[in-house]
């Protein structure tokens, strides 16, 4: 070996590889090779401190604060119970809300079709000045 004193021995008892740009485990501050950095590859005993999940609420999406020894299930469950803010009639909010003014025409779009000579608001069907007989302008319309 020509420069014993470059690198470090993998941490981990099965390995023991020398590598020679070793990394530091940030939980347990050991050196391990690039095989047995993670927390489940070395069975890290501090991995506790450092692998933290936050769970989220499925209904309204926030996170729900954990302490230590507390199980996340009853956690998220007693937040959906009494602080969730989750607001069932928003998921069922109406698309089609634009209600043509033709009489007699019950049809809704989900855009506004604004006609340009009266302004008021048609379906597809009545869109054209024609079609929902236009009384916004004094000019002529002809079919052509």
């Known amino acids: 070996m020509e420069l014993p004193w470059l690198g470090e021995h993998c941490s981990e ?3 023991k590889q020398l590598d020679f740009l070793p990394l530091k485990c940030d939980a ?3 050196v391990f090779c690039k095989d047995h950095i993670r927390y489940d590859d070395h069975k ?10 936050v769970p989220v ?7 729900i604060p954990v ?10 469950g007693a937040h959906i119970d009494k ?3 989750y607001n069932p009639a928003q998921q069922k909010q109406k698309i089609f ?3 043509c003014l033709k009489p007699g025409c019950k049809r809704k779009e989900m855009m506004k079709v604004v006609c340009e000579q009266c ?7 009545h869109r054209h000045p024609l079609d929902h007989d236009c009384r916004g302008s004094s000019r002529p319309i002809s079919k052509a």
């Open 57 to 63: 609420c499925p209904l309204c999406n926030t996170p």
């Open 119 to 125: 302004g008021g608001n048609f379906c597809i069907k």
């Open 44 to 53: 890290c005993s501090s991995a506790y401190k450092k692998n933290v999940q």
């Open 67 to 76: 302490q230590k020894g507390e199980i996340p299930d009853i956690v998220v």
């Open 28 to 30: 347990c501050g050991e």
């Open 13 to 15: 008892r099965t390995c």
């Open 83 to 85: 602080d969730c803010k």
């Open 97 to 99: 809300t634009n209600k």
